[in-house]
């Protein structure tokens, strides 16, 4: 897509609007739910790892012979260094996605696929609506050979990461979604 036409098209309310380095362009629908999901776990992060944690939200991993991605979570290894504007898949110690209603098949099955065949350890997916969370490890080509599902609520989830760090998931304070009221 071309600057000028990104500049004369009217996208959507509601959705945030991401440019891939490949030239393709990524509607995601903007949500308290997953707004405010994102922001709880990036405190689960300064708890757990510290405030200089390297940890990413919405930033371009680059994963080779595939599209980018920008996960909704990312915690990379402490000596990961950007290449260019994009860290490598091989820096990522856990990626997190957070389930929008547009994403879940997403969520759920293509990312679990793809970050299972680049040998991400930890994949997570947060799901608000379901109020549960699916813990993906050991990855295979074709995705994990382990997943274990936690709901909203059940106290802390310790996740080991590979380089000997514990990130832990407050599964007591994730948000859940509020029910819709009229607008009238």
């Known amino acids: 897509m071309s600057v000028d036409a990104i500049m004369h098209t009217e996208f959507p309310k509601g959705y945030t609007v991401l440019f891939g380095a490949d030239g393709k ?18 405190y689960d ?3 757990s790892l510290g405030r200089h944690a ?19 979570l990312a915690i990379l290894r402490e000596d990961a260094r950007r290449e260019g504007k994009c860290y490598s898949f091989e820096d990522v110690l856990l990626i997190s996605e957070v389930v929008s209603t547009s994403s879940a ?3 759920y099955d293509d990312c679990t696929a793809k970050y299972g065949r680049y040998g991400i350890p930890v ?22 050979s ?26 007591d304070e994730l948000p859940r979604p509020e029910p819709e009221v009229d607008a009238r």
């Open 105 to 107: 098949r997403k969520d």
């Open 146 to 171: 382990t997943a274990h599902t936690r709901a909203y609520g059940t106290g802390k989830l310790p996740i080991p990461l590979a380089d000997g760090r514990t990130f832990t998931l407050d599964l």
């Open 45 to 47: 992060t300064i708890v």
């Open 25 to 42: 362009v990524i509607l995601t629908p903007r949500s308290f739910e997953h707004s405010s999901t994102i922001k709880s776990m990036q």
């Open 123 to 144: 994949y997570l997916v947060v799901d608000p609506y379901a109020r549960e969370v699916v813990l993906h490890t050991e990855p295979t080509t074709s995705g994990y």
């Open 54 to 72: 390297k940890v990413t939200s919405d930033v371009y991993i680059d994963f080779p012979a595939d599209e980018n991605s920008a996960p909704d």
